[in-house]
């Protein structure tokens, strides 16, 4: 039976930082990368591609961090205001 793969629409998808990273909030994951049980996502960032890095995929579901899809500002702080009441 084949194991079912872990973060199957990683590779594409696209993500918006609650707090910048290297000044940019919008990234996409352009690869992945499996390590052991671990997987792995290389984040760009949207306006420029020079800015990327790799990360454990899991941090990913961590809504405080980052936030499926790309985010305006608004809807970041918005986020922000129901995170705090």
Request: charged content about 20%.
């Amino acid at each position: 039976m084949n194991k079912k793969q872990k973060f199957p629409y990683l590779l594409g998808s696209k993500w918006t930082a609650t707090q910048k990273v290297d000044g940019w909030r919008h990234f996409q994951v352009v690869n992945r990368k499996n390590q052991g049980k671990w997987v792995y996502a290389e984040m760009v960032a949207a306006c420029d591609p020079h800015v990327r890095f790799w990360m454990n995929a899991k941090l990913l579901q961590d809504g405080s961090q980052w936030q499926a899809g790309w985010q305006s500002l608004q809807e970041i702080a918005a986020l922000d205001t129901e995170a705090t009441s």
